[in-house]
């Protein structure tokens, strides 16, 4: 299954810093400051889990190999995605 960009972390809060270093440490590439857009609940068999999804641009830098594909919102009806995935790629499109 595929995912959008992913940073884990079990903190209760995730700021704008730490999104930024995260996603160029596993992705290679400088972003603008992220914005929030918004936050989900998915519930598993025996968790719950919180997805905060931010909206950020790249401002340089090269995606790193291994790291998946760059692809708009629009083009990735044919990949095998999630449903907590589908529900942030619904929310960073009605965001626009």
Do not use: C, Y
């Amino acid at each position: 299954m595929w995912q959008l960009p992913t940073v884990e972390d079990w903190k209760a809060k995730v700021d704008t810093d730490t999104v930024t270093r995260r996603v160029r440490e596993q992705s290679g590439l400088v972003t603008k400051t992220p914005k929030p857009v918004g936050t989900f609940k998915h519930q598993t068999t025996h968790r719950t889990i919180s997805f905060h999804v931010w909206r950020m641009r790249v401002a340089s830098g090269r995606l790193r190999p291994g790291t998946g594909q760059w692809r708009g919102l629009t083009d990735l009806n044919d990949l095998p995605l999630p449903n907590p995935q589908r529900a942030a790629i619904k929310m960073l499109d009605e965001s626009q």
